[in-house]
């Protein structure tokens, strides 16, 4: 059978989304599949009283996964915000899959973007040979939410030029979007609501005006709060992704997790871990995304070209990577604390040794 690469969250929680109805017997709002309580357990995960387990999808403070879900039961849409690699897609996404079961209504943000990618364009053929008419009318992905009564996830808002995300303006306070050509309009049917993420620490990204802004409830998306949260985070999405490739790869030890996660929020916080040391803080945006990404990666390459066990030789060149991509400076931060911190300590006895010999050889 050939199989998905990426299936979509309702998808692949197909069986879980399943079981939540069966045990649902609280309201649910118009036209959403589960009732907020049950979209909250899908989310933070729990057992149902038949044994099925629901995995939690986002770890971290229930109240922000609270605070998502009553905004889009409200007359405003949700915006997340926060630095790469918050989860900002993955809750978003996940909350569409709860809500709707239906997370491909997506509209990409980009700079290039035309206010035709978020209301609607035209089949031409069709236009030419009956001219403007509803036959002709090609429904993006606002415009199918807002007739299906579901959500709508705009990805990277502030990627998209301001005048054009002002088509937005219309679409969330009157929730209508008016068709000029053909002097109609569509109104949007209940259930119908925007999640939109957006980068606040990117290059290249347009404010959103304030007539916009008055018009989401803004969540921040922290970074994990705990080194335990955040480990957790990594290792369960590390293994959940070496299962999607179906082939037997070496145990991931849950010491190595921690330490890279350790290394990252170091090197993020600019103190060492019992606050005792300064280091230099660096810039390179190491979320645990990044984290997520390094370990799936040297796990697959671990896989196939190597037969020592898996360690940090197999992690450091992704570490390195990360790193230096953005700014060759972070280097020298990246090796002042090899020199300073990891090299006094003796758990740290082997990655010292392979980033110490890394540093030597580029
Ligand atoms: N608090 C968290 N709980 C669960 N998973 C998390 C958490 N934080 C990060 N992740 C993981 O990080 C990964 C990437 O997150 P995602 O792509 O949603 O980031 P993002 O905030 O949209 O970043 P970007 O700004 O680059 O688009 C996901 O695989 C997700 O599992
Ligand atoms: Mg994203």
């Known amino acids: 059978m050939k199989k998905i690469i990426r299936p979509h969250a309702e998808q692949a929680f197909a069986h879980e989304l399943e079981a939540l109805s069966r045990f649902d017997k609280k309201d649910k709002p118009a036209n959403w599949k589960l009732s907020p309580w049950a979209v909250l357990n899908y989310i933070l995960g729990t057992s149902l009283e038949d044994g099925t387990v629901i995995t ?43 809500i ?13 973007i ?37 959500l709508v996830r705009i990805e990277e808002l ?10 937005m303006i219309t679409i969330l306070s009157e929730k209508i979007i008016p068709i000029g050509e053909l002097n109609e309009e569509i109104q949007a049917i209940q ?4 999640i939109a993420t957006a980068n606040d620490r990117d290059k290249g990204i347009y404010p959103l005006s304030s007539a916009l802004q008055r018009r989401f409830n803004t969540v921040n998306m922290p970074l994990p709060e705990s080194i335990e949260d955040e480990v957790r985070i990594v290792h369960d999405r590390v293994i959940q992704l070496g299962q999607q490739m179906h082939v037997s790869m070496d145990l991931l030890k849950d010491s190595l997790t921690k ?18 040391q300064k280091i230099k803080a660096s810039q390179a945006g190491l979320s ?26 197999d992690i450091v060149p992704g570490l390195f990577q990360s790193i230096v991509r953005q700014d060759a400076d972070e280097k020298t931060i990246l090796q002042e604390y090899t020199e300073t911190v990891i090299k006094k300590r003796s758990e740290f006895k082997d990655w010292y040794e392979v980033l110490h010999t890394y540093f030597k050889e580029k």
């Open 191 to 194: 259930g119908f609501n925007v």
């Open 56 to 98: 939690p999808k986002y770890i971290g403070d229930k109240k922000i996964v609270e605070i998502a879900i009553a905004s889009l039961l409200s007359d405003r849409a949700l915006l997340l915000i926060g630095i790469p690699g918050t989860a900002k897609s993955w809750l978003s996404e996940h909350l569409a899959a709860a």
């Open 100 to 112: 709707s079961n239906d997370s491909t209504l997506l509209v990409q943000g980009t700079s290039g």
């Open 114 to 150: 035309g206010e035709d990618s978020l209301r609607y364009g035209w089949n031409y053929a069709q236009l030419i040979a009956h001219g403007p008419s509803k036959q002709a009318l090609v429904a993006g992905p606002v415009m199918k939410a807002m007739l299906e009564g579901k």
């Open 259 to 276: 330490k890279l996660v350790l290394i990252f929020r170091e090197l993020r916080e600019g103190y060492s871990i019992d606050k005792k």
């Open 288 to 313: 645990p995304a990044e984290a997520i990404s390094i370990l799936h990666h040297a796990r697959i390459h671990h896989h196939y070209f190597s037969d020592k066990s898996f360690g940090p030789a």
């Open 158 to 167: 502030t990627r998209i030029p301001t005048e054009i995300q002002d088509a």
